[in-house]
């Protein structure tokens, strides 16, 4: 299992500078294998709803729905409760990170605030 971050989606999603190296991790894992946290739908939507159009975010949503969409739990809040205080982390950050960290999955991302912890793939 892996996740990837909303920086990623946007890039892969945009087109940019790292969508190649996003666009390779994404398309060498099964969709089901892909954990998609709901904070990243919610801000990859919101992105390219605001850069594209509406049209072109349901079409993005659509694709992200074939990953795994793991929703906001009690058990997920409070473990990124405790990764946000124990890292600093913003809020969105301590959710997808701990999404991951809950699913054992490697996160891949180019947030600089998520790359020096573990099970982080930075790119």
């Known amino acids: 299992m892996i996740s990837i971050d909303s920086f990623g989606w946007i890039e892969r999603f945009t ?4 969508a190649p190296q ?3 991790v994404i398309e060498s894992t099964p969709p089901k294998e892909i954990l998609t946290s ?6 990859v939507y919101k992105k390219i709803k ?7 975010a349901l079409l993005v949503v659509a694709a992200l729905s074939q990953t795994t969409i793991v929703p906001l739990d009690q058990t ?5 409760a405790d ?7 913003h809020f969105s950050d301590a959710i997808v990170y701990a999404t991951a ?7 891949y991302t180019s947030d600089t605030d998520l790359k020096p912890l573990k099970a982080v793939c930075f790119i």
């Open 76 to 80: 997920l809040s409070l473990e990124a």
């Open 38 to 43: 709901i904070v990243v739908l919610y801000e």
């Open 22 to 24: 996003y666009k390779q």
């Open 50 to 56: 605001k850069l594209k159009g509406e049209e072109e």
């Open 15 to 18: 087109k940019g500078p790292k």
């Open 101 to 107: 960290r809950h699913w054992k999955a490697n996160l």
């Open 83 to 89: 990764f946000s205080l124990e890292y600093n982390l």
